[in-house]
């Protein structure tokens, strides 16, 4: 090799290794390191070190010092079950979809997702102010029983979906003759929600989070050789690239989240007037649950947004281990703002003292020993301004057994 390349090869930066991964199992243990596979029966096996560990029943994955981004909110399919991907509808039939992910590569076929796992494909960008959760789309009130075609007008029209043709849509209204639509006149599709087929899994499954904010839900996870394969909750093999992922959070396993239980008791009092709700999923506002983390702001999608006065009371029925949460000020909406928060255990209160004067800046991490308790309730209370600029938010607030 000629001297000149040598020396541009030793000068030359080394190529960067992959962010590690933090895995999270019930033995309280959180190494980090390169992940090199995750098995089908739930062990997370990582270089950490001179050797590889291995944490079983793994509950957790997320890639060290990488928030955990918005969902998407360009183009993206919107599933049933919660799924949010990116990407690009590329046709279908009476039955099912054929929609391309964004990370998949550009002469890929596309998933085959049923119609009846789908609610809406946005194939442009919807309006800043669109809510998360479809059922709460101004342009979807009332409807139960048709598909519906949103114009970039800003017009729908109702009725039913027969075909694709070319980069059209074949759609017959409640009234009138069936008619063939240029997708390029519409903004999003929306589908019957009387024949939405929303069943969870009856086992343990994964949540994923990737690069581009998508949000998957998953059966049979596993990752060997830089690779993550599943098959989606809507049906259908899966297969990312590991580099793509950003987080991988197991439901219905070895955690279990509060906002999928009821709590036993709740209860909610205004400084000056009505109360504020308590969310199970979203912010006391109903938008996504943010939190600054040292890594920057990361949106989760398990957890609860509560606002004072609040307490929400669980029946931990002495079967947990242990309780840990990410709790802080909304990063938009607590700027300026304080709260009192206690978490206490049978009634005897937790000595947090970061939590008694909570303010803005990154969130304070919880892990609380529960063995053997009963209940376990979190009180969020007035600040030195009362309810002004508190909302405060539960990131990842979960029991492991």
Known sequence: MPTGLVLAALLAPAAAEPAPFVALGPADEHPA???????????AELAAGPKAVAVRDAYSLRRAGAPLPPPPRGPVLVTTTGDRVPGRLLGGDARSLRFRPAFAPEKADGWKVPLPSAAVVWLTRPPAETPLDPVRYPWLADNRR???????NGDTLRGSLEAFPDGAVRFKPETGEGRTVPL????????????????RPKGPYAHLVLRDGTRLDVTAPVIENEVFRGTAVFGGAVEIPLAELLGLDVLQGKAVYLSDLKPKRAEQAGFLGPAWPWAADRDARGGPLRLLTPAGESTFDKGLGTHPRTTLSYDLGGKFRRFEALVGLDPATGRHGRADVRVRLDGKEQDLPALRSLAAGVAV??????????ELALAIDFGPA?????DVNWGDARLVE
């Open 33 to 43: 390191g390169r992940l090199l596979r995750l098995t089908a029966d739930g062990t």
């Open 365 to 374: 991490p919880l892990r609380i020993d529960v063995t053997g308790a009963k």
């Open 184 to 199: 390029d006149r519409l903004a999003a599709l929306a589908f019957n929600p009387s024949l939405a087929r929303t069943r």
């Open 146 to 152: 048709r598909d519906v075609l949103l114009f970039r």
């Open 386 to 390: 009362g309810d002004v600029q508190a």
